[in-house]
């Protein structure tokens, strides 16, 4: 009891901290916007830059502008942990100070921070209250990076209790909504971070990714991020919800609300030598790449869903998953996306084809035992009695818990009873590994790891792809109601965990929007075979999918590169952002001859 109360009071002075820090900020961040402001927020990074560098632009007019914009999108979705918007004043006072012929790569560029990067005299909770009131004694070496290279840090980010979430909830923040629909979650633990993004009360985010918690709120909220491979972008600092875990390592990355900026910021960082501040660091320089200007024809490989690599040529409406040996196919929505971008690229002059790697169930499989090896013990430990998690990882305690006998005999059942014969097979393969592992059961695992990244290189190799298209997520979005994520359970991070397993770089880039007229499920959908021959969980995801309540929501796709190839993904992603330009503008010029008038759906910011 005495563990709850000092839980609910650290809550409320939480609470209290940023309610007082608000209410003192200076009254000029809560006026209305001003033509410079406007004028601001429609640079790019890198013109940003140069006009701080130029002096035409004040680095201090910069943090009113994207102050202003924070403030404003933290009213709406409640998306900040902390605001230091005076120690950012001081910052910007001494770039316009600076008379160096030649500033910060990233000067005056505004850089918020989710809340699980140490930065000095600041909190790093993690969503826990345990950690609250313990500011942090010094920064992250990204933190320093960011600030030599002239960078604004001016708030932290809200994010779910232990990160490992798909609605982004917490008692010390509260819940933080999805800036297209307050209905939806703006996805995974760098949720707040996306959500300010998206209201642009940022240029750059910096989160964490572990299981896709950079690239699920970027294909929930229309933003762009590249995971890298770990050791390229710096990472010591950086609070790991799984503290130790080396096996499937939690890497920091960047979010933007523009492909361009995205890169801008990703070279820029690199530019600073992340090495010689982050022992983690790889001394890798950035090697810029452009395939729209080569010319060059690429090849992509396809995984339509986690089971199948079948592009979709029939009605994405209705997956055919009478051959499915993955665990979660696609909605509708998603399925389009994935198949506009393929169809896209085909149009002009690229090599489409099904890319069949190595099970990928086989490689969730592995990675789950390596990621809760401990039985979720590390990820809890900072738990205050009565604390919110998200049930999706109460679930898997809660598996983690059983009698390994009892899940063998459950999985048995699952094989045995579950009808049509057969359908629960890979839902039943997982249940019965969810169990904590001995030192020796997981070298062993490091071992089977490291042979599945070698078969998934042989694939890639054979096959001569440059890169891999797939989704981000089974769904466009999930509901901020916690029970959303306890039917979807934390397997349905499958199509973004793989690739943590793996330790490719992997990007997410918006495409188009939920659409209720091209999207709905059929009425007797799950009176057919497709639904009917799902596993318990596909259908538990299957059945939160409403087009028409998540009729305008982003809809992205993920591009996956190998290991270090994080300038080859953001290549492709323009790329693709080139094919469907193409396609929109043929699309729009046939729909004026025939006066029809058609509108695109391709995804286009929304201003809030």
């Not at 209290?16 to 916007?33: F, G, K, M, S, V």
């Not at 590249?226 to 050791?231: I, L, P, R, Y």
């Not at 665990?327 to 489409?352: C, K, M, N, Y």
């Not at 290549?571 to 396609?583: F, Q, S």
Request: aromatic share 8%; proline share 7%.
């Amino acid at each position: 009891m005495s563990s709850y109360l000092h839980h609910r009071r650290t809550c409320a002075q939480k609470h209290a901290q940023l309610h007082d820090t608000l209410a003192r900020i200076p009254a000029a961040y809560t006026e209305p916007p001003t033509d410079t402001d406007t004028k601001i927020l429609a640079l790019s990074l890198q013109q940003l830059v140069t006009a701080c560098a130029d002096k035409s632009v004040a680095p201090s007019d910069v943090l009113e502008a994207y102050g202003k914009r924070a403030l404003a999108a933290h009213a709406a979705t409640n998306c900040l942990a902390d605001v230091f918007l005076l120690e950012a004043e001081r910052a910007a006072s001494l770039l316009e100070e600076d008379d160096k012929s030649r500033p910060g790569p990233l000067a005056g560029v505004p850089v918020s921070i989710k809340d699980c990067i140490d930065i000095e005299g600041h909190d790093t909770t993690l969503g826990f209250s345990a950690n609250a009131g313990k500011p942090a004694h010094a920064s992250a070496p990204l933190v320093r990076l960011l600030r030599d290279a002239g960078a604004l840090l001016y708030v932290k980010t809200a994010l779910p209790t232990a990160c490992l979430s798909f609605e982004c909830s917490s008692d010390l923040f509260g819940v933080t909504t999805n800036p297209y629909n307050p209905a939806f979650s703006p996805g995974a633990s760098t949720g707040g971070g996306a959500a300010l993004l998206a209201w642009q009360g940022s240029m750059i985010e910096v989160g964490t990714d572990i299981g896709g918690s950079t690239r699920y709120p970027s294909a929930h909220c229309g933003l762009y991020a590249v995971k890298g491979t770990s050791g390229r972008f710096p990472s010591s600092g950086c609070v790991s919800c799984t503290p130790g875990l080396e096996a499937v390592p939690t890497v920091t990355s960047p979010l933007a609300r523009t492909l361009d900026d995205l890169e801008e910021f990703w070279g820029r960082v690199v530019e600073m030598r992340p090495w010689e501040y982050d022992h983690t660091c790889a001394p890798i320089p950035w090697s810029r790449v452009d395939y729209i200007g080569s010319g060059k024809k690429l090849k992509f490989g396809v995984i339509m869903d986690d089971g199948r690599c079948d592009l979709v040529q029939i009605d994405a409406r209705v997956p055919e998953v009478e051959k499915l040996l993955g665990v979660i196919p696609p909605t509708p929505a998603v399925a389009r996306a994935l198949s506009e971008v393929a169809d896209a690229l085909r149009e002009q002059g690229h090599e489409v084809v099904p890319f069949s790697p190595p099970s990928p169930l086989e490689g969730l499989k592995i990675g789950y035992q390596l990621m809760f090896s401990d039985g979720a013990a590390s990820i809890l430990e900072p738990r205050s009695s009565g604390e919110f998690v998200s049930p999706a990882l109460l679930t898997v305690r809660f598996i983690l818990r059983l009698p390994l006998w009892f899940k063998k005999l459950q999985a048995t059942f699952l094989r045995w009873f579950s009808r049509p014969w057969g359908r629960n097979d890979s839902w039943a393969s997982l249940v019965e590994i969810f169990h904590p592992r001995t030192a020796l059961e997981e070298r062993k695992l490091i071992v089977e790891r490291d042979a599945y990244r070698q078969a998934w290189h042989e694939a890639w190799h054979r096959e001569e792809l440059d890169l891999v298209l797939t989704v981000p997520h089974a769904l466009p979005a999930i509901s901020k109601d916690p029970a959303a994520s306890s039917k979807a359970t934390l397997v349905a991070a499958n199509y973004a965990f793989l690739y943590n397993v793996l330790d490719c770089a992997a990007g997410v880039m918006p495409v188009t929007y939920v659409d209720r007229g091209q999207d709905s499920l059929p009425q007797d959908f799950k009176q057919g075979t497709a639904y009917t021959n799902m596993n318990d969980v596909a259908r538990a995801v299957h059945d939160l999918y409403d087009a028409d309540a998540m009729h305008g929501l982003p809809v992205g796709v993920q591009v996956v590169g190998g290991r270090f190839q994080e300038e080859n993904v953001i290549a492709g992603m323009k790329l693709i952002e080139h094919a469907l330009g193409a396609r929109t503008a043929s699309d729009l010029s046939d729909s004026a001859r025939q006066g029809s008038g058609g509108a695109s759906l391709r995804f286009v910011p929304r201003e809030f």
